[in-house]
């Protein structure tokens, strides 16, 4: 049932969102001159795939997670976009290609070997990753491995279409700060 909310909602996404999508495209354009962002991530079962989302830091960052890039990288736009979370409208299209879940764990960078091994250890990576989850609306990043992967696995356990819901809802409605990036 939740892959065909996944699907549904996902084509209404990028339907509906498309002129949203077209402006932020051309927006980008002038802010960093790449508006679209692509890199490889762990899916399920660590099956690799490649995220979209529109880029908020500078073409040259290096390519590690969020909490360890600087935030001297993040163009005036991208803090726009973090903020409202419009950089992860893309990814409705990893969605639609089965890559990825409304709802699940954040998908993480293969070079973050300790989450890997803590979500292998708690059956995370047999899940979806997904746009949001429990770990976002609740503020909780990839910088805390552990508590990440305990955290997906209490999600992937209690999972219903009520806390689908939920989890959608409180991501649209601004709960959760997004990924930090330090200092």
């Given at each position: 049932?939740?892959?065909?909310l996944?699907?549904a909602?996902?084509?209404?996404?990028?339907?509906?969102?498309f002129?949203?999508?077209l402006?932020?495209v051309?927006?980008?354009?002038f802010?960093?001159?790449?508006?679209?962002?692509?890199?490889?991530?762990?899916?399920?079962?660590?099956k690799?795939?490649?995220?979209?989302?529109?880029?908020?830091?500078?073409?040259?960052?290096?390519?590690?997670?969020?909490h360890?890039?600087?935030?001297?990288?993040?163009?005036?736009?991208?803090h726009?976009?973090?903020?409202?979370?419009?950089?992860?409208?893309?990814?409705?299209?990893?969605?639609?290609?089965?890559?990825?879940?409304?709802?699940?764990?954040?998908?993480?960078?293969?070079?973050?070997?300790?989450?890997?091994?803590?979500?292998?250890?708690?059956?995370?990576?047999?899940?979806?990753?997904?746009?949001?989850?429990?770990?976002?609306?609740?503020?909780?990043?990839?910088?805390?491995?552990?508590?990440?992967?305990?955290?997906?696995?209490?999600?992937?356990?209690?999972?219903?279409?009520?806390?689908y819901?939920?989890?959608?809802?409180?991501?649209?409605?601004?709960?959760?700060?997004?990924?930090?990036?330090?200092?």
């Amino acid at each position: 049932m939740i892959r065909l909310l996944d699907i549904a909602f996902a084509l209404m996404g990028l339907v509906f969102g498309f002129p949203v999508l077209l402006v932020l495209v051309v927006v980008g354009l002038f802010d960093t001159g790449s508006p679209v962002f692509r890199q490889q991530r762990v899916g399920r079962n660590k099956k690799p795939f490649t995220l979209v989302k529109f880029r908020t830091m500078q073409k040259d960052t290096a390519s590690v997670a969020s909490h360890l890039a600087s935030s001297t990288s993040i163009t005036k736009f991208g803090h726009f976009l973090r903020r409202t979370k419009l950089d992860e409208l893309p990814q409705l299209w990893n969605v639609l290609k089965g890559e990825m879940s409304l709802v699940g764990p954040r998908p993480c960078l293969f070079n973050q070997e300790e989450l890997i091994a803590e979500r292998e250890a708690y059956g995370v990576l047999s899940a979806r990753p997904g746009i949001t989850g429990l770990a976002q609306v609740n503020d909780i990043d990839m910088s805390t491995p552990h508590l990440l992967a305990e955290t997906d696995a209490k999600m992937l356990a209690e999972l219903s279409l009520k806390q689908y819901f939920r989890y959608i809802i409180l991501t649209v409605l601004g709960k959760g700060a997004g990924d930090r990036v330090k200092d």
